[in-house]
């Protein structure tokens, strides 16, 4: 079994900044790559950004030069760090990993609320 566990959410104003933390733990044999999903009141859950351990990271165009995201390999710990925040950026953030355990399978956490507003 793995376990996700986000924090680093709340509230800030706009142009402010977030740093998302996540934390994989639990019987993990490897992972392929952890990442960042978001899902906005009334809306479908969309992808943000995910990277994997070599370093390889993708985001989606709304978020490009805004958030980067990072991970520490030994902690098995990835991060979003958010800048420049905008209202649309309001969701509840999930952190993702594609995980082994030792069957690769998708792990999700609880869910961290970000919410941009003054």
């Known amino acids: 079994q793995v376990q996700l566990v986000e924090s680093g959410g709340g509230l800030v104003e706009p142009g402010g900044s977030l740093r998302l933390s996540c934390v994989a733990s639990?019987?993990?044999?490897?992972?392929?790559?952890m990442g960042w999903y978001r899902q906005a009141s009334g809306k479908q859950r969309e992808l943000v950004s995910f990277?994997?351990?070599?370093?390889?990271?993708n985001y989606t165009d709304s978020v490009k030069g805004r958030f980067t995201i990072s991970i520490d390999n030994p902690a098995n710990t990835v991060y979003l760090q958010m800048n420049d925040l905008k209202p649309e950026d309001t969701a509840v953030y999930y952190c993702n990993g594609y995980i082994a355990s030792p069957d690769y399978h998708d792990y999700w956490g609880q869910g961290t609320e970000v919410t941009v507003s003054s």
């Open positions: 990277m994997n351990p070599n370093g390889w990271r």
């Open positions: 639990g019987s993990i044999f490897a992972i392929y790559r």
